[in-house]
């Protein structure tokens, strides 16, 4: 069946350094790859989406390239803030109306 | 805000005895979808309502039921608790369930413990 493998972490990063969260995914037919974004107490939020091969989604900073040949949907990130402490997944969507979650990344941003 | 509402935030009950989750969608979305997170489980598609009918299962329990009212509004229903079935449980709603690139919105969850 379908499935989504993302870094699990947690990780620790300084203020403003470099963020990659790396996603791949196992998929029948053409998904579409989400980011969710989950802040303490608070429920699950959209990021970004791509919906096709090459589609690049952006939002807040952050950006996600849809490689169909790598099956990859890495989450970058150029300079992270202390807001963007959160817990990140990685999702699809193929064909059957569920999203199918990795387990998620905690991040932890330090000033 | 992502326009879906869930109540309660927090319900703390014991084990043999039944819950009612409930979620509002976003105005206009037809369709709403049930999920659980666990630690150990991550987080599970549940069950998916559309416009008052099951459209697809998933992990769901026996002991679990939904349902989809004609005002669009969504319960959840966990009977015979046991502690395993502690958990947070989101809703999320959307316009249609049929285009793979349509997106969720996630209610803030309902967060249950079993004692």
């Known amino acids: 069946g379908d499935s989504v493998t993302q870094m699990e972490g947690p990780v620790t990063l300084s203020e403003e350094a470099f963020l990659t969260i790396n996603c791949t995914y196992t998929?029948?037919?053409?998904?579409?790859l989400f980011w969710y974004v989950q802040y303490p107490g608070e429920g699950l939020q959209l990021l970004l989406k791509?919906?096709?091969?090459?589609d690049k989604g952006s939002n807040k900073g952050f950006e996600a390239t849809y490689r169909k040949e790598t099956t990859s949907f890495h989450l970058e990130k150029g300079s992270v803030q202390v807001s963007d402490s959160a817990v990140y997944f990685c999702?699809?969507?193929?064909?059957?109306?569920?999203?199918?979650f990795g387990k998620g990344m905690k991040l932890t941003v330090n000033p | 805000d992502s326009g879906v509402t869930q109540t309660p935030k927090h319900l703390i009950t014991a084990t043999g005895q039944r819950v009612t989750l409930r979620c509002s969608p976003r105005?206009?979305?037809?369709?709403v979808y049930w999920y659980q997170q666990s630690l150990d489980q991550g987080l599970q598609f549940l069950i998916q309502?559309?416009?008052?009918?099951e459209r697809a299962k998933g992990n769901i329990l026996e002991r679990f039921s939904a349902q989809q009212f004609p005002d669009l509004h969504s319960e959840l229903n966990l009977s015979s608790l046991e502690l395993g079935d502690s958990a947070l449980y989101f809703c999320?709603?959307?316009?249609?369930?049929w285009g793979s690139g349509d997106t969720q919105y996630f209610g803030p969850g309902t967060r249950l413990t079993v004692l």
């Open positions: 998929a029948t037919g053409y998904p579409s």
């Open positions: 105005s206009g979305d037809l369709s």
């Open positions: 999320a709603s959307s316009v249609e369930p």
């Open positions: 791509a919906t096709k091969a090459d």
């Open positions: 309502y559309y416009n008052g009918e």
């Open positions: 999702a699809l969507r193929s064909g059957s109306e569920k999203l199918v």
